[in-house]
C-alpha cells in the first residue's frame, strides 16, 4: 500500500442548523404563551426591535403563497444605512414615548376581582368562631395546614408541642374547625372526611361508619357480596349505602380557588362556516406584531461614518428581521397544517365526534410538502377554535381501522360509539367487552376485545363487574 498526501476536490452536500434556523424551528414550536415570552426576552436583547402599536385598518386576506425560503434568508444580509436611503426616513419619524393622560386613566375593565380561596374562606369563618386566645392561634396554624383539597396536613402532636399545649386541646381546636364549610374540610384522611360529612347531615350510622373504616376499598372495587356476607346486610342494602357515600365530596377544598390564576385557552386559528365552505383564520391576537424602531433607523442614518455603530446596528437589525420572518412563516405554516386537517375531518365538524377519520402526520406532510417534524411543532400545544367546540389541533391526529365500507374510522370515534354503548346499557347487566366487540361488529366495526378494553380504560370507564348495580 502506497501512502501519500494527495489535493482533490470533493462536492459534498449537508444541512448545517445555524443559529437562524434554530430559531426558527424554536419559534414554530412555541405555543402562544412561550412565544409571547420569547419575544418579549428579544425585545430586552435588541433594542432595534419592538411592539408594532399601529392599528389595523384592514384585516388582510391570509395568503396562500409558498412558504419564505430559509436558505435564501440565512443568505441575505441587509445594510441597514442603504435601507434608510431608500425609506427617506426625516428626522420626525423618530418618536419617543411621551406622557399623556389617556395612559393614565383607569378603567375597572383593567382589573379582575380576586377570586376567594378556600383558606380565605375557613379564616373568616373561624374569626367568627368561640375560639379566643391561644386556641384561636391554633386554629390559624391549623387553617394554614390544609391544603387545597381540604385535607390536614400537619401532624396534631407536632402542633401540640410547637404551641406547648396538651395535644387533646389541639384536637378540640380542630373538631370546631371540622364544623366549618364546606363540609368535610380538616379531615386527615378520605375516612375521616365521609364520615364528617355524613354525621353533619345526621345520616351516620354505626353499620355505614364501619363500611366507610373496613371496607372502602372493596366497594371501590364492586364487592358488594363480600361487604353484605361481612356486614349481615344484603346486596340491596350495601348498594345503598354505596350509592349514598357516592353523593359525598371525596376533596371539599377543590371548589374553591387554588389562588393561582385561571389559564384560559386562546385558540390560534378559528375555523368558520362561511357560504357553505369551512374558512380557516389565524387569529391575529395569538401574533405579536414586531417593528424596526423609527429612533434607530434615524440612528444609522445620522452617523454613516461610525463603523462600529454601523455594524452593531446592521447585526442587530438583521436579527431582528430574521425574527419577525421566522414568526410570519410560523403563522403561515399553522394555517397550512390547519387547513389541509380541515380538509380532511370535514365529516366531524358536519357531523360530529363519530364521522372523525383516521390522520397521521404523514398525510399531512405530504399534502403540504413539508417533513412531518415540521407538522408535529406546528401543532404542538396550538388551539383551533370550530363551530364543534375549541380543540387542541393533535386532537384530529389518531390512528384508527377501516370499517366494513373500507373507509377510515378514527380511535376518537370508536371512543365515541363506546361511550354511548355503556350509557345505554341495563346497569344490573352491563356489557363485557366481548359484548362491545360484537355490537361494534353489527356496526361494521372490527376491532380486538383487547383493544376495546384499551379503549375503555382511556375514558375512565370501570370494567363490567365494577359497573354493575345490584
Not at 373561624?126 to 379566643?132: D, Q, R, Y
Request: overall charge negative.
Amino acid at each position: 500500500m502506497k501512502l501519500g498526501y494527495d489535493l482533490t476536490i470533493e462536492q459534498t452536500q449537508k444541512l448545517t442548523m445555524t443559529p437562524e434556523l434554530i430559531q426558527a424551528i424554536q419559534i414554530l414550536q412555541f405555543n402562544t404563551q412561550e412565544l409571547e415570552s420569547f419575544v418579549q426576552e428579544q425585545i430586552m436583547q435588541n433594542p432595534v426591535l419592538e411592539y408594532d402599536g399601529r392599528e389595523i385598518k384592514k384585516e388582510p386576506e391570509i395568503s396562500k403563497t409558498e412558504d419564505i425560503d430559509r436558505r435564501e434568508a440565512e443568505k441575505s444580509e441587509i445594510d441597514l444605512r442603504e435601507k434608510v436611503k431608500e425609506a427617506e426616513y426625516d428626522d420626525i419619524s423618530y418618536r419617543q414615548w411621551e406622557y399623556s393622560k389617556d395612559h393614565d386613566e383607569t378603567s375597572f375593565e383593567q382589573y379582575v376581582s380576586k377570586e376567594e380561596t378556600l383558606e380565605d374562606y375557613l379564616l373568616l369563618q373561624l374569626t367568627f368562631s368561640n375560639l379566643k386566645g391561644c386556641d384561636m392561634k391554633i386554629g390559624r396554624y391549623l387553617v394554614e395546614a390544609i391544603d387545597d383539597n381540604g385535607y390536614l396536613t400537619a401532624d396534631t402532636a407536632k402542633v401540640a408541642e410547637c404551641f406547648k399545649v396538651t395535644k387533646e386541646r389541639v384536637e378540640k381546636v380542630l373538631d370546631v374547625i371540622q364544623t366549618f364549610e364546606p363540609s368535610g374540610v380538616g379531615a386527615r384522611n378520605l375516612e375521616e372526611c365521609l364520615i364528617i360529612q355524613l354525621a353533619a347531615k345526621g345520616l351516620l350510622e354505626d353499620t355505614v361508619e364501619y363500611i366507610i373504616l373496613h371496607h372502602l376499598e372493596d366497594l371501590a372495587e364492586n364487592k358488594l357480596n363480600k361487604v353484605a356476607k361481612a356486614t349481615g346486610l344484603t346486596v340491596e342494602q350495601v348498594q345503598m349505602v354505596t350509592d349514598l357515600i357516592r353523593t359525598l365530596e371525596p376533596k371539599p377544598g377543590r371548589q374553591y380557588s387554588s389562588g393561582d390564576t385561571v389559564k384560559y385557552v386562546v385558540p390560534d386559528v378559528i375555523v368558520e362556516k362561511i357560504d357553505g365552505e369551512y374558512q380557516v383564520l389565524t387569529n391575529e391576537g395569538t401574533v405579536p406584531r414586531l417593528m424596526v424602531s423609527p429612533y434607530y433607523m434615524n440612528l444609522a442614518k445620522q452617523s454613516p461614518n461610525d463603523q462600529e455603530l454601523s455594524k452593531y446596528l446592521n447585526d442587530k437589525y438583521n436579527a431582528a428581521l430574521w425574527l419577525i420572518k421566522s414568526i410570519e412563516q410560523r403563522k403561515q405554516t399553522i394555517y397550512n397544517v390547519v387547513n389541509s386537517v380541515v380538509q380532511h375531518q370535514k365529516e366531524f365538524l358536519d357531523k360530529g365526534p363519530k364521522y372523525m377519520k383516521p390522520l397521521t402526520l404523514k398525510q399531512v406532510a405530504d399534502d403540504l410538502g413539508i417533513h412531518e417534524s415540521t407538522v408535529s411543532r406546528s401543532i404542538n400545544g396550538k388551539y383551533m377554535q370550530t363551530p364543534r367546540g375549541v380543540f387542541e389541533i393533535k386532537y384530529f391526529f389518531s390512528s384508527g381501522i377501516t370499517d366494513a365500507s373500507g373507509a377510515g374510522m378514527s380511535s376518537n370515534s370508536i371512543k365515541t360509539f363506546i361511550k354511548e354503548i355503556v350509557d345505554s346499557e341495563d346497569p344490573k347487566k352491563p356489557y363485557s367487552d366481548q359484548d362491545m366487540v360484537d355490537i361494534l361488529s353489527k356496526k361494521g366495526i372490527e376491532i380486538s376485545r383487547r383493544t376495546v378494553a384499551k379503549y375503555r380504560e382511556g375514558m375512565n370507564i370501570l370494567s363490567s363487574s365494577k359497573r354493575r348495580r345490584y
